[in-house]
């Protein structure tokens, strides 16, 4: 394709990102959780923009957005585009987004021309990979692999709404999950466009490049409970503070993890003290820890070292200590084919292909459970995501767009063998 063509794709994607954007539950900034009215609009969207690249649309039983562009034979296997529509608080206007509108982009590119692949083309438009509601994550993808746990309908958001009530309220059915499952047979291959949310490309002044793996992830709540007591009467000598124990321990994790080494990465998100009043000794802290890495080994090892060390802080501190994991997914290797076709495309639009895995999760992750998966990152200024300042390049979008389509062409061609 002409630079005109990148230019004019680019332009449009950068324009529904912003439009897309404006859809959102606070005036002041971007956020749009899952089954929200906020989502319901944001998929009407998506949907008309689908049909305008000749797309035919439907919303599944778990509340994604999907469509699909006919390959030269009615009813064929079908090339599997997509990623999230929702978003973390405050978040910016390209992760998750960017994907969906790029892939709408790459379909109307062969809409336009007039092409019909031997594959056909399908996008989905995840409803929910950010977790930000229920705090679960991957709902969106775990509904098309068919792997919903019957007890995430019970999970309840902040105001005590479980799921299973959102759903209804919705206009879904709850009972009906299973019918969002799609057959092995039906897709070949996933293919994934995401921003980088980190630095690598930028320092490397590329644009795109190809992902090997996506960390592996474990999130826990722990708990350091002491004795909450009067601050003015108990001596420092006698005190079982839950709050400066979770603190000593938060220095700690901050250390080991960079001990363990580069890839890794731990994270204490949320912390709540008990009671909280400023005149009170804090009895119990609750606290969240995320730890991450692409080696399922290598993040085990850290994980024990972390809660080991938590426990020898309360101990010396006369205090309990306790963690539950409440959420956990082993590091997803991206397809060898794929990777390798898109590195060749990577050469072809930017004269080098980089690969590099993924510090962030994604929906390939769970798609990885059915289908070979692939994934072409983008430059994002900074690194910076989850935020409001999260940017791309108009150029790199045109870019993407290209290396997207002439990857997306390549696979349907060629699909990976794994998937035969
Ligand atoms: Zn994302």
Redesign the pocket.
């Known amino acids: 394709m002409c630079a005109l063509d990148n230019r004019q794709a680019a332009a449009r994607v950068m324009a529904r990102c912003d439009e897309l954007a404006a859809i959102s539950e606070s005036a002041d900034g971007l956020t749009r959780v899952y089954l929200s009215p906020e989502h319901q609009r944001a998929n009407a969207l998506v949907g008309e923009w689908m049909q305008g690249a000749g797309m035919r649309t439907w919303q599944d039983a778990v509340g994604n957005i999907c469509g699909r562009y006919e390959g030269q034979s009615a009813g064929a296997q079908a090339l599997l585009l997509g990623?999230?529509l929702d978003t973390v608080r405050n978040a910016g206007r390209y992760?998750?987004m960017l994907?969906v509108i790029a892939a709408i982009e790459v379909v109307q590119r062969f809409h336009d021309l007039g092409i019909r692949l031997p594959l056909a083309i399908e996008i989905v438009g995840f409803g929910d990979?950010?977790g930000t509601r229920f705090g679960i994550t991957l709902l969106g993808s775990r509904g098309l692999t068919g792997s919903w746990p019957q007890q995430w309908l019970a999970q309840a958001d902040a105001d005590g709404i479980s799921v299973a009530q959102a759903m209804t309220a919705w206009g879904l059915d709850g009972s009906a999950i299973a019918s969002a499952a799609r057959p092995v047979g039906d897709f070949a291959a996933y293919l994934e466009l995401?921003?980088e949310?980190g630095p690598c490309l930028e320092r490397e002044a590329l644009a795109l490049g190809v992902v090997t793996a996506i960390n592996g992830a474990r999130r826990l709540n722990c708990h350091f409970i002491g004795q909450a007591g009067h601050a003015g009467t108990v001596p420092m000598s006698h005190r079982q503070d839950a709050l400066a124990a979770a603190a000593h321990w938060m220095v700690a994790i901050e250390a080991r993890t960079r001990q363990h080494g580069p890839q890794l990465v731990a994270t204490v998100g949320r912390l709540q003290c008990h009671p909280g009043a400023v005149n009170v000794i804090p009895g119990e802290v609750e606290l969240t820890l995320d730890v991450r890495g692409p080696e399922d080994h290598a993040l085990a090892e850290l994980l024990d070292d972390l809660l080991g060390e938590g426990e020898a802080i309360a101990r010396q501190r006369g205090l309990s200590f306790a963690a539950s994991q409440y959420y956990g997914i082993c590091a997803t290797r991206c397809d060898a084919a794929m990777q390798a076709s898109l590195a060749q495309v990577l050469s072809e639009v930017q004269g080098r292909s980089l690969s590099l895995p993924s510090g962030?999760?994604?929906?390939a992750i769970a798609m990885a459970e059915r289908w070979p998966v692939g994934m072409l990152f983008v430059r994002c200024a900074g690194g910076i995501?989850h935020n409001p300042a999260e940017a791309v390049a108009a150029e790199d979008v045109g870019l993407a767009v290209d290396a997207y389509a002439r990857w997306a062409q390549a696979l349907a061609e060629q699909p990976p063998e794994s998937a035969a």
């Not at 962030?360 to 929906?363: E, F, K, T």
Request: hydrophobic share 15%.
């Open positions: 990623s999230h992760d998750g994907g990979e950010e995401h921003i949310q962030a999760g994604h929906d995501s």
